[in-house]
């Protein structure tokens, strides 16, 4: 388990947008919290995969693979991401089960560290699957971060009020100050 902070400003959102957060943009420059195995540790701790999984270069480069499918998928289209992330998918398969408390679904690998990277590729699939018009990117120019609408409405812009939102509003404002 790792103790290290996690450094994003958008975190909490379901596993495959989270992984696309692990790039975002601070000062203009873009950060990356995958550029190493410690990073890993820390995305895989704030998603609670951290018991399960023990982060290696083998396994960075795997869900490296499957953000950067994710990314294609979400910032592009379906067209050209769906080869890439049905080669990160191609991993694993789903086992089904019945428990205790009835029907279950067993993830299963050939190699458990692509577990982590199958983890969120399997999860966008089920969040195209339940609505597709709420997986958002941030409508700040300058922001990079995606984000699952769950408002009542569906109208969310932005990934947080707090940064984007005001930024954009500051903005406005300024604009039609300096117009006037």
Not at 160 to 174: E, F, L, V
């Amino acid at each position: 388990m790792t103790t290290t902070p996690d450094p994003r400003p958008l975190v909490g959102e379901p596993l495959a947008l989270d992984l696309l957060n692990t790039r975002w943009m601070k000062e203009g420059a873009v950060q990356d919290l995958l550029t190493d195995v410690d990073g890993l540790g820390v995305w895989l701790a704030a998603n609670g995969l951290d018991g399960g999984y023990f982060p290696d270069t083998r396994m960075l480069s795997h869900t490296l693979q499957a953000r950067e499918a994710l990314r294609t998928t979400a910032d592009g289209s379906l067209r050209k991401g769906a080869p890439l992330v049905d080669a990160v998918l191609r991993n694993g398969r789903i086992r089904a089960t019945l428990t205790a408390e009835g029907p279950g679904e067993i993830p299963e690998f050939d190699d458990p560290r692509w577990g982590p990277g199958w983890l969120a590729a399997r999860n966008y699939l089920e969040l195209l699957a339940a609505a597709p018009d709420r997986i958002r990117r941030c409508a700040h120019e300058a922001c990079i971060l995606h984000f699952y609408d769950t408002s009542r409405n569906g109208t969310r812009r932005w990934c947080s009020m707090a940064a984007c939102g005001n930024r954009a509003k500051s903005s406005r404002h300024y604009t039609r100050a300096k117009e006037s």
